[in-house]
Nanobody
Framework: QVQLVESGGGLVQPGGSLRLSCAAS????????MGWYRQAPGKERELVAT???????NYADSVKGRFTISRDNAKNTVYLQMNSLKLEDTAVYYC???????????????WGQGTLVTVSS
């Protein structure tokens, strides 16, 4: 059993900052890529940022220069530092990880339950 638990969402004014965290726990042998996705009301889920096990990062154009993804492999945790937040960043943010489960050949595409980020004045 593997679980991803997100934290750090909340209400913030435009121009403000938030830091999201996502910790993976359970029967984990190792974790490949980790990432953050978001889904705004009435819209499809979209990629925000990903980070490989080696630290290579990828960002959606809409967040480049404002958001930073990082990870702590020792803690099986991925972070998303969000600066200069805009109204259009309002969404439920989901953590995703490609996880090697102890005792299994296939990896698990795991998702967190989501954390709400609301940008409003």
């Amino acid at each position: 059993q593997v679980q991803l638990v997100e934290s750090g969402g909340g209400l913030v004014q435009p121009g403000g900052s938030l830091r999201l965290s996502c910790a993976a726990s359970g029967s984990i042998f190792g974790i490949n890529a980790m990432g953050w996705y978001r889904q705004a009301p009435g819209k499809e889920r979209e990629l925000v940022a990903t980070i490989s096990s080696g630290g290579s990062t990828n960002y959606a154009d809409s967040v480049k220069g404002r958001f930073t993804i990082s990870r702590d492999n020792a803690k099986n945790t991925v972070y998303l530092q969000m600066n200069s937040l805009k109204l259009e960043d309002t969404a439920v943010y989901y953590c995703n990880a490609d996880i090697h489960i102890i005792g299994k050949w296939d990896t698990l595409d795991a998702w967190g339950q989501g954390t709400l980020v609301t940008v409003s004045s």
